[in-house]
């Protein structure tokens, strides 16, 4: 019994050594499972295994729900998050304030929109999105922005500008 079970062992062994080199082409035969090998001595302590997946794995979270563990990339301690295109054309919240320095996170729920700056104070760089009016972004992605110049900020989607998708907000000393 005890040999039969090292020589099933010794053999699945090979089989998976083999299939990770890219040499599990076949050519071997049941007989060649029964030859020692150094495998032998790790039959007494079982070998987990790991399985691969297309579909995200989900975490258990403090209250108890599953979330996707696949994440987008990291953010800065996020202020505000604003939800473009949840449903409608609309921002939300549409209006917030924010302290200087604090980073904006938009995320977008529906696709082909971007957010383009309308207004903003006298020092600040931020013209939104990245590229042209014409360059919209698909649901599931992400822009943030860190905001240090103090004031009143206005933008739009530009695709959607005439069905009013703006936004508002104020950086605050």
Do not use: I
């Not at 790991?50 to 108890?64: F, K, M, S």
């Amino acid at each position: 019994m005890e040999q039969s079970r090292r020589s099933f062992l010794a053999a699945m062994a090979t089989g998976v050594t083999g299939a990770l080199a890219g040499c599990g082409g076949g050519s071997e035969s049941p007989t060649d499972a029964g030859t020692p090998t150094a495998t032998d001595a790790a039959t007494d302590t079982p070998t987990p295994t790991a399985t691969a997946t297309d579909a995200p794995t989900e975490t258990a979270t403090d209250a108890g729900t599953a979330t996707p563990s696949a994440t987008p990339t990291p953010t800065p301690d996020v202020a505000q998050r604003v939800l473009v295109g949840p449903g409608d054309f609309v921002f939300e919240p549409a209006t917030f304030s924010v302290p200087v320095g604090s980073t904006v996170l938009w995320e977008w729920r529906g696709s082909n929109h971007n957010v383009k700056a309308e207004t903003t104070p006298d020092g600040s760089e931020w013209t939104g999105t990245p590229g042209d009016a014409g360059q919209t972004f698909s649901s599931g992605h992400t822009y943030a922005y860190t905001f240090d110049v103090p004031g009143e900020y206005a933008y739009y989607c530009a695709p959607h500008r005439s069905l009013d998708m703006a936004g508002s907000f104020t950086v605050t000393e």
